[in-house]
């Protein structure tokens, strides 16, 4: 049966973030893994992005690493329409074999690590509202594929991602190994800690030093997709920018609602896979059991995933 709109008074709100009624429909049927209904797309959808992609071009010239620019040509994104994901995929897969996922809303922790681990990416579909594109709590197709695809068709970053999948799967094998319930809640919260503050300080808000040995560049997606953080990562007085120190960034909070003041540059991505080594190793050796208290915290479906992918020696 179809049913036939009669209410003209507002338009419809096709896959906008938080009043997309496909998104809503797939999560009450419980469904994470989705397609993209590309025809539900409003024409306000496609502006929102118009605009978004519009206004970063500039930035990213000016701010952005060398291999996000490349990436950006690489996959051909339409300045002026929301990207369909098969496109980007047959742009992408070739070079690293990574692919955008669609997903319908959050994919719990290890899932999430699991799907980089099989070089697929967890894509949002929703679009930002084209009257609100500066401060968004939810990723978007504006995150997700222009800021941080771009870095997937890149050989060293895709493995770096490959190679953080593949340290979740470790944490979530030394999990399974504890038998007293109490200490592998303990343990797995404290490891996953670790992981999401080293995922946060690189893939979305790192920063890289100049190949030339001048100054920074951005890598992290939650930069790159900002139109005002990007330039404040980068030039205000305001930020501190260390260089990368692992047993820092594992026991150092962060808050995701307002711009960072405390960022980390690695020297390249080589570097970069070379700490999730390290990351991975302290975790066998015990490390990561007990790293300072504060955020992220971790839901109970984030405990969940994990506990239910170990696989105990
Ligand atoms: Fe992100």
């Known amino acids: 049966m179809t049913s036939v709109r009669t209410d003209r008074s507002t338009p419809p709100a096709g896959l906008t973030t938080t009043k997309a009624p496909f998104i809503e429909e797939a ?17 306000d959808n496609h502006e929102a992005w118009r605009r978004l992609f519009g206004r970063m071009t500039a930035r990213w010239q000016r701010y952005a690493n060398h291999r996000f620019l490349q ?4 996959l051909a994104l339409d300045p002026q329409r929301v990207p369909r994901l098969e496109d ?4 992408m897969a070739p070079l690293t074999g990574f692919r955008a996922k669609p997903v319908s809303g959050y994919v719990p922790a290890y899932l999430f690590f699991d799907c980089l681990r099989q070089r697929e990416f967890p894509t949002t579909i929703t679009i930002r509202d084209k009257e609100k594109l500066d401060y968004l709590p939810e990723p978007d197709i504006f995150h997700d594929i222009a800021g941080h695809v771009p870095m997937h068709t890149d050989k060293a970053f895709a493995d770096t991602l490959v190679r953080f999948g593949e340290a979740a799967r470790t944490a979530a094998d030394i999990v ?8 592998r809640v303990h343990r797995v919260t404290n490891i996953f800690k ?9 893939i979305e808000f790192g920063l890289m030093r100049s190949p030339d040995g001048k100054g ?14 990007i330039a404040h990562s ?27 003041p405390l960022l980390f540059y690695v020297d390249s991505f080589a570097h970069l896979f070379e700490q999730v080594g390290v990351l991975e190793k ?9 790293v300072a208290p504060g955020e992220p915290s971790m839901s109970e479906a984030d405990v969940k995933s994990f506990l239910e992918a170990g696989r105990a020696a």
């Open 27 to 43: 999560q009450r049927n419980g469904e994470l893994y989705i397609q993209q209904p590309y025809e539900l797309y409003t024409e």
């Open 71 to 74: 990436g950006v040509d690489n």
């Open 88 to 91: 980007v995929n047959r742009f």
């Open 176 to 183: 399974a190994g504890v038998k007293d319930q109490d200490e």
């Open 194 to 202: 670790a992981l999401a503050r080293f995922f946060w300080f690189t």
């Open 216 to 229: 920074l560049r951005v890598y992290g997606s939650g930069l790159l997709s900002s139109y005002g953080e």
């Open 234 to 260: 980068i030039d205000s007085p305001d930020v501190q920018r260390f260089p990368f120190q692992l047993e820092w960034v594992v026991n150092q909070y962060f808050e995701i609602d307002h711009y960072q």
């Open 282 to 290: 302290w975790m066998k050796q015990g490390k990561l059991n007990n």
